[in-house]
């Protein structure tokens, strides 16, 4: 949705909507996960200058920058970084049943480059204050877990120390480099099937021209569902849902317009070369069907027309998902992201879908939205 | 299309199809260039071991490799470097009207690593004996002018010298690294477009994880549209077809199916971001439609319904153009690779978009194929 659209709703006659928002950004600053880390970490930020890693050489060509204009609390301070006013703004403005966040640690823990151990001291950091500052101080809200997965013991470690806690949905995987279908990266998905956790996939950085930086943030934005994409094909044919069935996999703030075109392709290339990769018994539209979910946002503006038969072209109502994005600049409100649904069909994008993906969230007590 | 279909059609009963197929591969071996090349250029390959860049880690994993089985020539040479074998096998044994000559020089010229001079030297050596060996040799055969881009002025004095044969109806440029966006690289595009040739983009390499190779095949392959919705975002945001409105840009070799959506993409962020790229006065869809084509090779086995649908959302019948792709492996095959079109839009397909989007091309002199 465009930035004209991303004022708060007028509030009189709005209809609270009991969503599952499958991607809000809460937002850490750095000084504040200094009491979540022991030194030496803690003394490398406060006294040696480290600083964190730039992730885009663009200001998002929009008011606010990477953020909604409105969306910045009473204090001043950065979009995301204030659960009372998030929860004034977005939890209690729409009624949401609950919200996965989805963190904003640019780059990844896992992307960063260099210093494994610093950045995997920086994803426990981030955990901990998750837990302590959101999770447990909203029960709407569920969370991500953070890794570094440059050295994957500690990663998994990792997961085994927080995997455990009731509000850990998902396993946080970025999109970049990393072809995470590789071997060397399965104890990850082992570890998050047997903690119940799903994985969470969010771009860090699209493939933009092969590690060269487009021109213009337009581009850069534009190509960030190719990045879904090639995640897709790798994770796919390397056979990790066959290997981890029970996994699934939540491709995050990409869209879907993309999912028919790669569905369609992927089952021609596995018709055409199946005998390359003997281990994937399924075809792969069924296996994205089966263990994929995608997020809405940032969807386009469809018509119902265009929107059905998208749903038609994936072959599935179950594996799109609602999210807001919230506070980032393309913000879908649920009033309007969509065209005008029916009941049942709109009861599985709103929530639904994501309540079968998650095992972990509570499953509905019954009622209407 | 599959392996087990890319055997030679049975000739009883075969109805000869008129088409103009829009991505043939011809095969250069580099001691064919040899007579074309002068000192010290000859030199090297003659005399020092200079050797041709390895293009894939793969073997593709068919029975003959990149290519049909049933392309080797009698002589046993290589797919694709037999004019004689290509004409029974293909043009004749078809009925083709025209055929574009889309090379084998992997990797293009433009993606040699090092040594700009040593590419520019082979790139024109390339389109002399491309004249020489096929365009002088069949009337029904077109070519496309290889350059090397590592060189600008060089590529641009390329196109000068060879723009003007008849025969020569685009400038190839590889999909890759390369940002042909970049108003560095216009001068190529000014010069194509004052020579009445269009713009052949065929991929190199696609954008596979960012530089690294994927494991396998299988997903190098799949990721190819991949590379084409990366090239098509870069070159339209970056104004090409606004500076050079007749220059139009064919995508070789990557299928359409994913046209739909980047089409759609590009058109929200347009709407959304386009204060960021002034000088794009068209939505992005309509410089689709306006200023590219698609062959549609390798096209995904669709159902007639299926086809439409993409159409539809496609907004055009006039952007797609067939092609064999003839020698490789997944060549498609005029008889089987599209469902049963309806007569117009069959004609179109088969022949009428591409010779609308080539000027140099012969115009239609009338009767039906």
Not at 56 to 61: E, G, I, M
């Amino acid at each position: 949705m465009s930035t004209t659209q991303t004022q708060t709703e007028t509030k009189k006659s709005k209809q609270k909507l009991a969503i599952i928002d499958t991607d809000i950004h809460e937002r850490v600053l750095y000084k504040d996960l200094l009491p979540y880390l022991d030194n030496p970490w803690r003394h490398y930020i406060e006294n040696c200058g480290w600083i964190q890693e730039k992730h885009l050489p663009y200001v998002q060509p929009t008011v606010a920058g990477v953020d909604r204009a409105d969306a910045v609390p009473p204090n001043g301070g950065l979009p995301g970084t204030d659960l009372k006013f998030m929860q004034e703004q977005l939890l209690d403005d729409i009624g949401h049943e609950f919200g996965i966040l989805t963190g904003a640690l640019d780059p990844s823990p896992s992307s960063m480059h260099g210093w494994p151990e610093m950045a995997t001291a920086l994803a426990s950091a981030y955990n901990d204050w998750q837990i302590e500052n959101w999770l447990e101080k909203d029960e709407r809200l569920y969370g991500s877990i953070q890794i570094a997965a440059q050295e994957v013991e500690s990663a998994v470690k990792e997961i085994e120390r927080v995997g455990n806690h009731p509000k850990m949905v998902q396993v946080l995987l970025p999109i970049d480099d990393i072809m995470w279908g590789d071997p060397q990266y399965h104890p990850i998905f082992e570890a998050a099937e047997r903690h119940n956790l799903m994985i969470g996939m969010h771009h860090n950085e699209p493939p933009s021209y092969y590690g060269k930086w487009p021109r213009y943030f337009i581009e850069w934005h534009t190509l960030i569902p190719t990045a879904h994409i090639m995640m897709i094909t790798n994770l796919v044919f390397n056979g990790v849902f066959e290997k981890y069935p029970n996994l699934k996999c939540m491709m995050i703030e990409g869209g879907f317009t993309h999912v028919p075109h790669i569905m369609r392709k992927m089952d021609q290339q596995y018709k055409d070369l199946r005998h390359e990769v003997p281990w994937l018994k399924r075809k792969p539209s069924q296996v994205i069907k089966e263990n994929f979910c995608f997020t809405t946002q940032p969807v386009e503006e469809l018509s119902k027309k265009e929107f059905m038969q998208l749903l038609d072209q994936l072959g599935s109502e179950d594996i799109i998902s609602f999210s807001t994005d919230y506070p980032h600049w393309d913000y879908d409100s649920p009033y309007r992201a969509l065209p005008n649904l029916d009941k049942e069909l709109s009861k599985k994008i709103f929530s639904e879908n994501a309540r079968n993906f998650y095992p972990k969230l509570p499953k509905k007590e019954g009622g209407e939205q």
